[in-house]
């Protein structure tokens, strides 16, 4: 099962930059669709981006022009990579791993989910 583990979240001020990391030990993660969510406090969770294996990226309107997603194959790794950020990012961000869009339940593995806190 291609588990997938974040890191990378942590403490920013607004304007600052973070980078996510999402690995899988699964040579498999490779095959399938990834994608980073956020679900911030009191709200639901939401699609920021996706990558498919061939590299073909999708984002949110919320977060394009400011957020990057890549993958390396054979690190079986993707990252996000997030810069001018705003205290309205603050979330915990999620990678997920499935068939793609911007919707949860097309997502069967979840990451443990890693904090990005931007203060203002």
């Known amino acids: 099962q291609p588990q997938p583990v974040e890191s990378g979240g942590g403490m920013v001020q607004a304007g600052g930059s973070l980078r996510l990391s999402c690995a899988a030990s699964?040579?498999?993660?490779?095959?399938?669709?990834i994608s980073w969510f956020r679900q911030a406090p009191g709200k639901e969770r939401v699609f920021l981006s996706s990558?498919?294996?061939?590299?073909?990226?999708d984002y949110a309107d919320s977060v394009k022009g400011r957020f990057t997603i890549s993958r390396d194959n054979a690190k079986n790794t993707v990252y996000l990579q997030m810069n001018s950020l705003k205290p309205e990012d603050t979330a915990v961000y999620y990678c997920a791993v499935g068939v793609g869009g911007p919707e949860a339940l097309n997502y069967k593995y979840w990451g443990q989910g890693t904090q990005v806190t931007v203060s203002s």
């Open positions: 990558i498919g294996f061939s590299g073909s990226t």
């Open positions: 699964e040579r498999t993660f490779s095959w399938y669709i």
